[in-house]
């Protein structure tokens, strides 16, 4: 039984390109929340995806949007990048928003 | 918002000492839970305990919902128990609320 998936495992990018980070969730949940820890802090709950719309939004710009597909596995989309997004991007899954059971190893995104 | 504590904020132990770790929240919250990250960044879900008292193994975690705390035990501790305890509440709404983590390091 997989856990939840995140690809890619690490990436680099350039400010101002946009980024795309994906994430399956754990067989069987149908919720998808998406974090970004920065070093040294905890995390930071960006948005959470539930029948393939947003549900509820943390204190993120629009430059961050996201995407739920039928199959429940999403999308983050970062656009113009800032060095400051460089961060580690946590997805969790859970059933039907309720604890959650199980978080991705995560995408360390750097911006140089 | 909610805000959520942790402390300590460092932990240094030998092997086999006892400790407790420490969440103080500051509103009434609907779900508690407890986390480890280890070295590699990933997030292990140890308890979800929005009240009472749960055990697995050599963990154990108390919620006193009414006073806006929750304890987290290690008992024996193994070298494999270092990296940084989270606790994170959830209040209104789906989002989770992380306190700032205690890293710990269990000396051999």
């Known amino acids: 039984d997989a856990g939840v998936t995140q690809s890619p495992t690490h990436l680099i990018k350039t400010r101002g390109q946009q980024v795309t980070l994906r994430c399956s969730p754990k067989s069987g949940h149908d919720t998808v929340s998406w974090y970004q820890q920065a070093l040294g802090q905890g995390p930071q709950f960006i948005f959470q995806?539930?029948?393939?719309?947003?549900?509820q939004r943390g204190n993120f710009p629009d430059r961050f949007s996201g995407h739920q597909f039928p199959n429940y596995s999403s999308e983050l989309n970062v656009n113009a990048l800032l060095l400051g997004d460089s961060a580690l991007y946590l997805c969790?899954?859970?059933?039907?928003?309720?604890?959650?059971?199980?978080f991705g190893e995560g995408s360390r995104l750097t911006v140089l | 918002g909610i805000q959520v504590e942790q402390s300590p904020p460092d932990l240094i132990l030998q092997e086999g000492a006892n400790s407790t770790l420490r969440c103080n929240f500051s509103?009434?919250?609907?779900?508690l839970q407890w986390f480890h990250q280890n070295p590699w960044g990933q997030l292990i879900n140890l308890f979800y305990i929005p009240s009472g008292t749960k055990q697995n193994g050599r963990l154990s975690a108390t919620t006193v919902a009414t006073e806006r705390y929750s304890l987290l035990y290690i008992s024996s501790s193994q070298t494999t128990d270092s990296g940084v305890y989270f606790c994170?509440?959830?209040?209104?709404?789906?989002?989770?609320?992380f306190g700032g983590g205690t890293r710990v390091l269990v000396k051999p």
């Open positions: 994170a509440v959830k209040a209104a709404g789906n989002k989770l609320t």
């Open positions: 969790a899954s859970s059933l039907d928003g309720g604890p959650v059971g199980s």
């Open positions: 995806y539930y029948e393939e719309e947003e549900r």
């Open positions: 509103d009434s919250v609907n779900n």
